[in-house]
């Protein structure tokens, strides 16, 4: 079965493939060896294992016995049903020699590429029953809720069968319940609920019984491609009601609006124009051209250069994008491209580009406002000073003026900084309003990127084209939007908690993936996961046919060709799937299906059950089904009686999607297992994949050799070049990924930092010891600001000192304490440190006997007052260090927001943005760190121990429900009120 493998895979996936083939005979021999045992014996060698791991046998050597144990097991359970989903199924699987070979290279931390359909599900068993013996965290991650119960409740028999626990965690699951399921063995579920309960976990929960992840040890990424890079793209984010708002963006939308339609109108002006011309020179209707004078020629000339502009203008534009039909005109305009990149014609591009108000750049999804852009925003505002709104101050420079100003007073001097900073925040909030409401308007298209429902504003995933309630836009895109969309503005919310992805599964001590498409994307595995790919072979060679791409002019002939090939293909009775890339394309084509009269099933992305039901469908005779190409992901697709001798099920796809990947994905959907099968992509040149990223020199090479209507072009060159336009969306896409993880890596080392401090509060048992810390740390922080260890040459301040420390803690010092020749430094520190902590000490002691008073009078009637008030005390003071952390924690995450738009704005500068942003990041994270010290320290003093009042817990005659509960001890943190 292996022999081939070395012409297809190369040398170093050769060698590894050989190395676990010898471990996979082994695996067959122990398996054969225990046919004989008993049920009761086999169950047993769970025990056994957990033993030999606990004297010490590695995981690597038990791999054979144990991956022999899930087998054989399999093999008992053939025959028996299992309840999957609703329903009953025969258990009929003894994993295949390629499965144990994939679960082989899942123990050692590879991703296992297996296509579709050659059973992942089952392959996933034996490393996680393996992993699962060493009693760590182990976790399967699915791609959706569904999968996550379906899997858990039929492969998880196995585990079951063996007396290893192992549970589904899905959005559903209560909050009071996730302790528990992350308690069993193996855990399933989506990479959101482990992602959100790791925030929770560590940022909101206020104890360790709160908490419910226990650790992070092994973890198997189904359709790792689907979650690490598909996904990956936004971070999880909690997030919640921001205690200030500073958006302006209901002030500006109107100006806002204005100066698009200026842009708009100008633009379709210049269009209109453009066409009257061309029309006018009878190039509108194609065929012979007629011979121009010279004076014509310049008129063409300069239609094609006005439909340049508009196409940097607004490439949305309806005029433009029906010239643009014809390759011919498409050409002439695309000349004009190639003329202004030449470096000699910079300057007049620039000066072409002068004419419009805003250039858009649809590659990189950007736009810039030109003199003129800013002119039209100066008349929308009816105020000529206002030109300043989008322009930085120059902060240093002011500063240095101020400074320089002999005649200010120091006092004067600070005042007019202060208002400068200010003017300064307020002038950087409004811009980066400005910007994003600007991009609402230029680059999100309603219908498109979002919905608007019941005064909402609903994201549409780019993805699965599902609507996607609750989430939003960051950084105030959402607002903006909603300005544009005159719908109500939404609070601005302020982030609690948040992490990549990436991050997240960094924290795993062993990660494995697997997949039907990762070898294209090997690069990035290995460089941000240190995940290496390895293409298991399938078990039964692979019998699809895969057609050339059609390629068209037109989205109409494109969709034309389409429907012939599903008459044709539906005239054969065998199945069909339509893979789609949006919700969008999907209903277009279910329209032109029903009016060709062609029965089908539209799969919309809505609801992963019924999805998976429909798409189980899809293999049966004459079935055809229109899918987004990530719809119902992880169901396969069985052929169903009679249709394997047909020829199978035939993909079709209705563009070539942004990445190889997502092309293939879709492939192979069919002729899985070595069932029969076909596949074919339609390609135009309206797609957007074709309209921005291949060359310009494409349209050349049409225009000589443009076939006549309805035909295809059939050019092997083209297939280069698509193939070249989506390595280059792929590079983008892995920038743009590559780009949030290096900002959130900045990130990463302080959550770390802080996380585990938090965690340390928590978990304590002497949380008193932990104040001392604190107030120990303060007490030699500040030290350092008065005095420098040599006494004779530097600071020595010890009244400065004395004054700080009294009027930082309730103590005292007489004044020559510190004043004295023969003292040390060391001296003076222990000296303050040891007084400081004895009235820290002293005060908890009262705190305790108030409590003891307390309970006391309650009679020690709740089970509230019967803990030993040491133990209150610990709560506290544990519950007061945790509100700190959060409360600036919090702050510090509002301030890196800040810090991230302030920095993209100095990309002009020709700063590199990420190396400013690590720079000031860490400046900020020292300051959080003394501010949480410094406040904690002061917060430790000024907190008081309520009586509750004794009137409330008078018994009276009310009915039993509303009987007051009984009195709680509680506490006042005088640190949170207004300083007098
Ligand atoms: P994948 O995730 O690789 O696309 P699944 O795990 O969903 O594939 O399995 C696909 C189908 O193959 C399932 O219906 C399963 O029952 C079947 N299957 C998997 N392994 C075996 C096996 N060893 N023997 C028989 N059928 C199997
Ligand atoms: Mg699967």
Redesign the pocket.
């Known amino acids: 079965m292996f022999d081939s493998l070395k012409k297809i895979f190369g040398t170093a996936q050769h060698r590894i493939l050989k190395k676990y083939e010898k471990l996979v005979l082994q695996v067959n021999k122990y398996e054969e060896k225990l046919h004989s045992f008993s049920d009761e014996a086999l169950r047993n060698k769970t025990v056994e294992f957990r033993q030999r791991l606990a004297e010490g046998e590695s995981l690597d050597q038990l791999l054979p016995e144990a991956y022999a144990v899930v087998k054989n097991v399999c093999r008992r359970l053939c025959g028996t049903q299992v309840h999957v989903s609703g329903y009953d199924q025969e258990w009929d699987m003894i994993p295949y020699d390629v499965q144990i070979l994939g679960a082989i290279a899942m123990h050692h931390g590879a991703i296992a590429e297996m296509q579709t359909g050659e059973g992942?599900?089952l392959t996933a068993a034996m490393p996680l029953y393996l992993n699962a013996l060493s009693g760590k965290p182990v976790h399967l991650v699915t791609v959706n809720d569904y999968l996550a119960q379906r899997d858990c409740a039929w492969v998880g028999t196995i585990f079951r069968w063996l007396g290893l626990t192992v549970e589904s965690l899905t959005n559903s699951t209560p909050h009071p319940m996730r302790k528990s399921v992350y308690a069993s063995d193996i855990v399933y579920g989506t990479s959101s609920e482990f992602g959100f309960d790791y925030l929770r976990d560590n940022s909101m929960a206020q104890s360790k019984e709160e908490q419910c992840q226990r650790g992070y040890f092994f973890a198997i990424v189904?359709?790792i491609d689907s979650i690490l890079i598909d996904e990956a793209r936004t971070p999880l984010i909690i997030s919640g009601p921001s205690s200030t708002s500073r958006q302006m963006y209901d002030l500006l939308k109107e100006d806002v609006a204005y100066v698009v339609r200026l842009q708009r109108d100008l633009c379709n002006r210049l269009a209109t124009e453009a066409r009257k011309t061309i029309e006018k020179l009878g190039r509108l209707e194609g065929g012979e051209r007629k011979k121009l004078t010279k004076v014509e020629e310049a008129e063409e000339k300069e239609a094609f250069r006005k439909l340049w502009l508009v196409s940097k203008g607004t490439p949305q534009n309806k005029i433009l994008k029906r010239i643009k039909e014809d390759p011919d005109l498409r050409a002439e305009i695309d000349k004009w491209d190639t003329y202004y990149y030449g470096e000699p014609n910079k300057e007049e591009k620039a000066e072409t580009l002068s004419e419009l108000c805003i250039i858009i750049d649809e590659r990189s999804n950007e736009f810039d406002l030109t003199d003129k852009g800013i002119n039209g925003w100066v008349e929308a505002v009816k105020d000529p000073s206002r030109i300043t709104d989008f322009t930085m101050l120059d902060l240093g420079g002011e500063y240095a003026k101020i400074d320089d100003n002999l005649e200010l007073s120091e006092q004067d001097k600070l005042e007019q900084k202060i208002v400068l900073r200010e003017e300064d925040s307020k002038r950087k909030e409004r811009s980066h309003n400005l910007r994003q409401l600007f991009r609402a308007h230029l680059l999100m298209e309603k219908d498109v990127d979002y919905i608007v429902a019941e005064d909402k504003i609903i994201i549409i995933d780019e993805n699965t084209g599902r609507p996607q309630p609750g989430r939003r836009f960051s950084d105030g895109l959402h607002q903006a939007i909603e300005a544009k969309e005159g719908v109500s503005i939404q609070g601005e919310t302020q982030t609690y908690a948040t992490i990549t992805l990436q991050n997240y599964f960094r924290l795993y001590a062993k990660l494995a993936g697997m997949t039907g498409t990762a070898i294209t994307e090997a690069n990035e595995f290995k460089e941000i996961y240190k995940l290496e790919v390895l293409v298991i072979p399938s078990h039964r060679p692979c019998q699809r046919y895969d057609a050339n791409d059609e390629i068209y002019m037109t989205e109409r002939e494109k969709y034309n060709a389409i429907i012939k090939n599903i008459e044709a293909v539906h005239a054969k009775g065998r199945p069909i799937l339509i893979g789609t890339e949006s919700v969008d394309v999907s209903e277009k084509l279910s329209r032109i299906l029903k009016q060709n009269k062609l029965e089908h099933t539209v799969l919309n992305a809505k609801n992963h059950i019924s999805e998976a039901e429909v798409i189980a469908e899809a293999g049966k005779k004459g079935a055809i089904t229109v899918a987004t190409n990530m719809a119902g992901r992880?169901t396969d697709i069985k052929l169903k009686e009679g249709v394997a001798q047909l020829g199978g099920l035939h993909v079709i796809g209705t563009t070539r999607h942004q990445s190889r990947r997502i092309d293939r994905q879709l492939r192979g959907r069919s002729a899985r297992q070595g069932d029969p099968g076909s596949s074919q992509f339609y390609v135009s040149f309206e797609d957007a994949l074709m309209r921005l990223f291949t060359s310009p020199r494409i349209t050349s090479f049409l225009q000589r050799f443009r076939p006549p209507e309805n035909e295809p072009i059939s050019a092997k060159v083209l297939n280069k070049s698509i193939e070249t336009a989506q390595k280059r969306v792929e590079q983008r896409n892995y920038s743009m990924r590559k780009h949030t993880l290096e900002y959130d890596d900045v990130m990463n080392r302080q959550r770390t930092e802080i996380y585990s401090f938090r965690n340390e509060v928590l978990t304590t048992n002497d949380p008193f010891r932990l104040a001392h810390d604190i107030l120990e740390s303060v007490c030699l922080q500040e030290s350092q600001h008065h005095f420098t260890s040599n006494k004779s040459n530097g600071k020595w301040d010890p009244e400065g000192y004395r004054q700080w420390l009294m009027s930082h803690f309730p103590i005292t010092f007489e004044p020559d304490v510190f004043d004295n020749d023969y003292i040390q430094l060391e001296e003076i520190e222990t000296l303050a440190v040891e007084k400081v902590e004895a009235s820290f000490d002293r005060k908890m002691q009262h705190a305790a006997e108030k409590i003891g008073q307390a309970q006391e009078l309650f009679n020690k009637t709740s089970a509230q007052l019967l803990k030993k008030p040491e133990d209150i005390l610990k709560e506290i003071v544990r519950n007061l260090l945790i509100r700190h952390i959060d409360s600036l924690w919090q702050e510090h995450l509002l301030n890196i927001d800040h810090l991230r738009t302030e920095v993209s704005l100095r990309t002009v500068a020709q700063k590199d943005p990420l190396i400013e942003f690590k720079h000031e990041a860490f400046a900020l994270f020292d300051t959080l760190s003394f501010r949480i010290k410094t406040e904690i320290s002061h917060a430790l003093f000024k907190f008081e121990v309520m009586l509750p009042s004794l009137q409330k817990f008078e018994p009276t005659a009310m009915p039993l429900k509303s009987i007051p509960a009984p009195p709680r001890l509680s506490y006042k943190d005088l640190s949170l009120l207004p300083e007098i």
């Open positions: 992942k599900t189904d359709e992880g």
